[in-house]
């Protein structure tokens, strides 16, 4: 069995922009390590040529190609980081190739935003595609991809490795930096830090990326700002990232300048960063909110580092700091406990982050297992999927 997964190169692209881009080479990693699988290839539907920077090919076996070249070097086809033709789609069916559309963006927001917000976007053809494959997260949504793209809809376990994150904390300390939590620098034992001169509270960063209602810094901020009026000591300071493009807007600077944060200084609006190189400079917490899209890649780069992560996430509910929905007063609660405990809990909040590696390894036998059976089931009727399953 050949795969071949899409990608979309284009000038700039940082493989610290999106969670896709990283989602992509795990998946592409996890097939290449199955028995039945002869070759993973990259589709190439942009015009850069080339992968971000952070990636060589070479050495994890990979080659980079054209439409016109994986019409004969792919049986399976991933419709995954970039949008594929038609046509070709339609042609690769008729030759009795397979096509998934795995779905890892919330797909309720994808379709329904763009239209009410009038932002760009990209609309296909649903019925080009012989299975949709989403992650837990979205399993809610199941039946309206079923009837979307009428086929067969199934879930796949969510993956993550720490490849990336681990070379980026090796660039930082190449530069005299050093990602992750420090105890001694922190007000995680208030009275000790106090008595040594140390910063009082945390400094806090707030990643979403402001471009969705799913993943939006607002509940954030609140959470942040009702721990700093219950308990000044419990933040130093406030960062919100990708927030300059919308600074302006007469909404947010309603928010913003109604904030005891804000009005006493303690507050920064940023662009975008990576997570590590902002948090070795500036930051030492986590807060961070989600609607209905509870898996993310930056919660688990948190988590590497061993940094309080306060969130929303259900699915996460047995690491980090954990509040429910909307619920602002208890995120704030969580994070003045993170303040007060963090530094002295620290290896049980690293065991519980522990197990979460361990479920979401790309390489492990369960998801191994779970992906192969479904590569097996997608093309039970097919005579590449035979000769493949043959020794």
Request: charged residues 20%.
């Amino acid at each position: 069995m050949r795969i071949g997964i899409s990608v979309l190169s284009r000038h700039g692209q940082n493989i610290w922009e999106n969670g896709l881009g990283q989602n992509v080479f795990f998946l592409a990693e996890l097939f290449q390590r199955l028995p039945f699988v002869q070759s993973v290839r990259l589709i190439d539907v942009g015009d850069h040529g080339v992968m971000p920077p952070q990636i060589d090919l070479a050495t994890r076996d990979l080659r980079l190609i054209k439409l016109r070249e994986a019409t004969d070097e792919v049986d399976v086809i991933f419709e995954m980081g970039g949008a594929l033709d038609i046509e070709w789609l339609d042609l690769m069916r008729a030759r009795g190739k397979k096509v998934v559309f795995l779905c890892c963006g919330q797909p309720y927001v994808n379709l329904v935003e763009p239209a009410v917000f009038s932002k760009p976007s990209y609309s296909t053809r649903y019925d080009r595609c012989d299975e949709v494959w989403h992650l837990p997260k979205d399993a809610a949504y199941a039946p309206m991809l079923r009837l979307l793209n009428r086929c067969d809809v199934h879930e796949v376990p969510f993956i993550w490795h720490p490849q990336f994150v681990a070379q980026r904390v090796r660039e930082v300390e190449a530069l005299g930096l050093r990602y992750g939590f420090d105890a001694l620098d922190t007000a995680g034992t208030m009275d000790d830090a106090l008595a040594a001169g140390a910063r009082r509270g945390l400094r806090v960063a707030i990643f979403e990326p402001n471009i969705s209602v799913v993943k939006n810094s607002v509940v954030s901020m609140l959470v942040c700002d009702e721990a700093y009026r219950a308990n000044p000591g419990a933040v130093h300071a406030m960062h919100v990232l990708n927030t300059l493009h919308m600074k302006d807007h007469p909404t947010m600077l309603y928010l913003a300048n109604s904030l005891d944060l804000v009005r006493q200084h303690k507050a920064t609006f940023h662009g975008r960063h990576d997570i590590v190189g902002f948090m070795v400079q500036h930051a030492d917490a986590i807060v961070s909110h989600q609607w209905q899209n509870d898996q993310n890649y930056s919660y688990l780069d948190a988590l590497y580092g061993d940094y309080p992560l306060i969130h929303n996430s259900p699915w996460l509910k047995e690491a980090g700091y954990y509040y429910h929905g909307f619920d602002a007063r208890d995120g704030a609660a969580q994070l003045q406990r993170a303040a007060s405990t963090h530094a002295s809990e620290i290896d049980d909040y690293r065991a519980r982050s522990q197990r979460v590696f361990a479920e979401v390894d790309p390489f492990s036998q369960h998801n191994l297992d779970a992906y192969a059976a479904r590569l097996l089931h997608l093309c039970r009727n097919t005579t590449f999927a035979d000769s493949a399953s043959r020794p």
